[in-house]
């Protein structure tokens, strides 16, 4: 994982434990968990560990303004698990969130631009990179679509656990080669 990506606006380093405040806090907005499928109330327990494996994954970066601002989203790359059942060290699954403060800024397509002209200039086994959006999630929609996110399937999936629900999302391939 390249330690640190700059942008115009941003800086995405390596995602810290001292982050977990704002991680709790942002995470906890239903506007960023029920996407995110997390379940609601947080504690901060489960916060702790969700922050730990996030960090345990192979990107993991908070994004923060620049020069050196607070946490005010993330960008995960997640372990790929590949149709064989089997991790795949040539994608990962791109996880992303940002605090509703700063949406309709520009800034979750500034960062992922930046994430994947990197990844794409730097020596690393990741070759593709997977991505999911709930079908009611139109701003994540359209970041992905404009990041040139091709859109492989439309399907039924279970995103939050607390609920159980069934819900329609959408799956995203971009391929850095």
Do not use: C
């Not at 590949?82 to 403060?101: K, N, R, S």
């Not at 994430?115 to 990179?129: D, F, R, S, V």
């Amino acid at each position: 994982m390249p330690p640190e990506i700059i942008t115009e606006r941003l800086r995405l380093r390596p995602l810290a434990t001292s982050d977990l405040s704002a991680y709790q806090t942002i995470v906890s907005d239903p506007r960023v968990a029920q996407p995110a499928g997390v379940a609601l109330p947080l504690s901060p327990q489960h916060a702790a560990n969700s922050l730990r494996a996030d960090q345990q994954q192979p990107l993991a970066y908070a994004v923060t303004r620049r020069p050196a601002g607070p946490l005010i989203g993330t960008v995960i790359g997640y372990e790929h698990v590949g149709a064989l059942g089997t991790l795949d060290p040539t994608a990962v699954d791109l996880g992303y969130f940002l605090a509703p403060a700063f949406w309709g800024q520009g800034l979750m397509p500034e960062a992922l631009t930046g994430l994947l002209t990197t990844l794409a200039h730097t020596a690393t086994p990741i070759q593709t990179i997977w991505a999911t959006s709930l079908a009611t999630n139109r701003r994540s929609q359209r970041v992905l679509s404009h990041l040139a996110f091709k859109l492989i399937d439309d399907q039924m999936m279970v995103p939050n656990p607390a609920t159980m629900a069934l819900e329609r999302q959408l799956l995203y391939r971009y391929d850095l080669s």
